[in-house]
């Protein structure tokens, strides 16, 4: 059981938009579409942002949007705001009823 | 609300045992799988094992596999974590988590610390 293999950090200024990818194997990423994202404040437990791969939970602000191409999941966050800045998780399910997290990203808001 | 509550996190030496438990309200609890999720200082998170609804099936990663043991008392809404033959890197912040539709992690409690020292 591998991690999926997620950016250690990215960053982007206010307004404008990144994405965080998400890669894994036939065998996780690739193969269903339980694909999680999570959000994490310091000191915070985690919280749901996407699910499904491109569903969004209530609440959560429709900057944030999820897509996969294959193996590679990815979080798209438009217009960038200074509470985005956080740790981001995925989260896939595999083939062996287990589940696998990324590494997470850590997203900086210049 | 629906809210989880986790305890039973301490101090403890390698190679003794620990369980955690998760008081889970506001929601019918019976009704849906459970998670625990693990995260070391300054590291990512780690899944540890998920129990279906009624207990019938259970699975675990394979850093725990063999010591730890996922269970769960449903008339209490409660769900555990016995951790046996504990090692140093088992240190880390235990969540434990709601499995939601579509396999989501929905919500999360607010983590109990287990340190694994001499």
């Known amino acids: 059981q591998s991690t999926l293999t997620q950016p250690a950090s990215v960053s982007g200024s206010p307004g404008q938009w990144i994405t965080i990818s998400c890669a894994g194997t036939?065998?996780?990423?690739?193969?269903?579409?339980?694909v999680s994202w999570y959000q994490q404040l310091p000191g915070k437990a985690p919280k749901l942002m996407i699910y499904?791969?491109?569903s969004r939970p209530s609440g959560v602000s429709d900057r944030f949007s999820g897509s996969k191409s294959g193996n590679t999941a990815s979080l798209t966050i438009s217009g960038l705001q200074a509470e985005d800045e956080a740790d981001y998780y995925c989260c896939a399910y595999t083939s062996s009823s287990t589940f696998v997290f990324g590494g997470g990203t850590h997203l900086t808001v210049l | 609300q629906v809210q989880l509550v986790e305890s039973g996190g301490g101090v403890v030496q390698p190679g003794r045992s620990l369980r955690l438990s998760c008081a889970a309200s506001g929601f019918t609890f019976s009704s849906h799988g459970m998670h625990w999720v693990r995260q070391a200082a300054g590291k990512g998170l780690e899944w540890v094992a998920v129990?279906?609804?009624?207990?019938?099936?259970?699975y675990y990663a394979d850093s725990v596999k063999g010591r730890f043991t996922i269970s769960r008392d449903n008339p209490k809404n409660t769900l555990y974590l016995q951790m046996s033959s504990l090692r140093v890197e088992d240190t880390a912040v235990y969540y434990c988590?709601?499995?939601?539709?579509?396999?989501?992690?929905?919500?999360w409690g607010q983590g109990t610390l287990v340190t694994v020292s001499s």
């Open positions: 036939s065998s996780d990423v690739g193969d269903n579409n339980y």
């Open positions: 988590a709601r499995w939601d539709n579509d396999k989501r992690f929905d919500p």
């Open positions: 499904a791969v491109t």
């Open positions: 129990i279906w609804y009624d207990g019938s099936k259970k």
